[in-house]
């Protein structure tokens, strides 16, 4: 009998004994092992607080500040640490109504109940100086330090960009990001994002049951230090970029200056203009959305993302094609022969220096025609294709009809247009179109768009007779000035440096010799040389420029675009290019009754634009 109760209580005691070890290998497996409880207990005691390191300040060419860091600070809450919240006294506290209140906490529940989340974000330091003595009484809620962008001048804004916060694309391609952080949308601050954004911190503290911070976890062991962003100096000059913003007030259009020699953009406009502090803090999509909205469209820039026809600025590039090809010489001479294309009165032509002072149109119809048909085929057809498969080539190498690897983001960059033989296949039918159908391009019209910043890279090579170096924005970064080799490189046009010596000296005549185009853009003492154009499109025609100064060592490339401006090129673009030259060059302007009319004057025909208006070609 004894035996059978030892054998129950044996088996009893292992019953037990299983138990227990089931027991504690569960408590095991929640604790060490299963991260969810764990975590869940973590979230219950400790709070991991993100230390935003402070974004890398922006300079101009001289060292200049215009974008620094201001101090705000997120107003965040973990929701089921939401207890006994006196909801109307936080409203009034941190000045919100009882709606905004609700929406608010049902979007961060919606989020997470455990983890935190911005409640209400970018909060000033005066506004958290009023309610800073009050947190304590409102449990779950904790303030976040971060930094805001202030620009010191209301220049550049569509250079500099704007920083806004993450959305779900940022999240998908970048682990790095959380939401509520932020990042670079736009211009500099979206394509040097990683220089500038830093590396986040991050500290660990110990919480109570009242989500009060009771010290840091581990005495700090898990904390980490922030790093902050490196600083870029840019090529921009301030004091240049203002006064060309300042010029081309009330205005549609661009302006792109060019240091020849090293490619640095010296300034960058797109006009209309805004102010780059309306897109930071809470006001900023209030903002955003009247800036989208408005027809002169502020927010585009036009310097990379309009495509115009070029006009007459596009005659220099012709000549220069048809003279490295042979099909003309420099003293080439053409009638001026209007049954052909319209032109202004003049006389004719008798060499490459003198149809670039005259900008005469049928003389550079028969350039171009000598260019297309080489006589290579006897079929006019095929001849025209063979010709303008060259004539492409060669103005792809100086730049037009591809997107320029300038160091802003390439979505916000058009590439213009250079026609091949498929574009014309598709159009008209293969081998139904020759030279006759396509003559228009001749004097940048026609099929042929460019972008701003092509047309300033097209007076840097006349300026560097017959190169370019890379257009770029940024100099170097960081502490150790470090700078992107690509934007250094060297790009050849492959043609006779004598021939852009011929070019440059039309373009010295264009603005200082009797029957040049550009009379306007004169400046005593500088040796400025330019080229005109007016470009037919819907509305009146608009009113281009492109320019280099001294005509020797050039220190400025710059090409000014006005939308819609009748009395063409001469008469709007190449006053304010000279006025801008004047300005680099001497340091300041003296033609203060000049400078008074152009800054004023508004030329632009008024938004919406609802009818073509059909004239025959005029004067460049």
Known sequence: ????????????RIIFIVVGILFAGRLAVLQLFNPKYRDLAARQSLREVTQYPARGFIYDRHGELLVHNEAVYDLMVIPRMVKDLDT?????????????????????????TFSASIFMKQISKEEYAQFENKMFRFKGFYISQRTLRIYDRPIA????????????????????????????????????????????????????????????????????????GCN????????????????????????????????????????????????????????????????????????????????SIFKVAQSMVALDLGVITPNSGFACEKNLVGCHNHPSARSVQEAIK???????????????????????QKDSQYGLTVWREYMLRF??????????????????????????????????????????????????????????????????????????????????????????QRHETGIDPKYFDIAAAGMYDVVHVAGGTARRARVDGLDICGKTGTAENYGNDHSVFICFAPKDNPKIAMAVYVENAQG?????AAPIAGLLVEKYINGEVKRKDIEKQYKEINPCQKLPLTRRVKKAKKRG
């Open 1 to 12: 009998m004894s035996n059978q109760y030892e054998d129950r209580s044996r088996v009893i």
């Open 568 to 572: 063409g090129g001469g008469t709007w």
């Open 88 to 112: 109307a006294y936080f409203c009034q506290s941190v000045g919100i109504t009882r709606e905004d209140f609700d929406e608010r906490m049902e979007k961060c529940r919606k989020y997470s």
């Open 157 to 228: 804004a569509q250079v500099l960009g704007y920083v806004g916060e993450v959305d779900q694309n940022d999240l998908d391609r970048d682990p790095y990001y959380k939401r509520g952080d932020y990042i670079g949308k736009s211009g500099l601050e979206k394509s040097y994002e990683e220089v500038l954004r830093g590396i986040k911190g991050k500290k660990v503290m110990h919480v109570d049951v009242h989500s009060r911070e009771i010290g840091p976890y581990q005495d700090g062991a898990l904390d980490t230090l922030p790093t902050e």
């Open 358 to 380: 005259m900008s005469c149109n049928p003389y550079f119809y028969q350039v171009y025609r000598r260019v297309i048909q080489q006589g290579k085929y006897k079929n006019p």
């Open 399 to 488: 730049g037009f009809g591809q997107k320029l690897p300038i160091d802003l983001p390439r979505s916000g960059m058009s590439s213009g247009n250079i026609p091949d033989t498929a574009f014309y296949n598709r159009w008209y039918g293969k081998e139904r179109w020759s030279f006759s159908t396509i003559y228009s391009n001749s004097i940048g019209q026609g099929e042929v768009t460019v972008v701003p910043i092509q047309m300033a890279n097209l007076a840097a090579i006349v300026a560097n007779r017959g190169y370019y170096i890379t257009p770029h924005m940024v100099r170097f970064y960081g502490p150790d000035s470090t700078r992107n080799e690509e934007y250094y």
């Open 232 to 311: 870029l100096y840019t090529t921009i000059d301030a004091d240049l970029q203002q006064y060309a913003e300042e010029l081309m007030a009330n205005k549609r259009g661009c302006v792109v200056a060019i240091e020849p020699s090293t490619g640095e953009v010296l300034a960058m406009v797109s006009a209309p203009c805004y102010d780059p502090n309306l897109l930071v803090g809470r006001i900023r999509g209030e903002n955003y959305t009247k800036l989208n909205n408005d027809l002169a469209k502020p927010m585009l820039n036009r310097a990379l993302m309009g495509q115009y026809p070029p006009g």
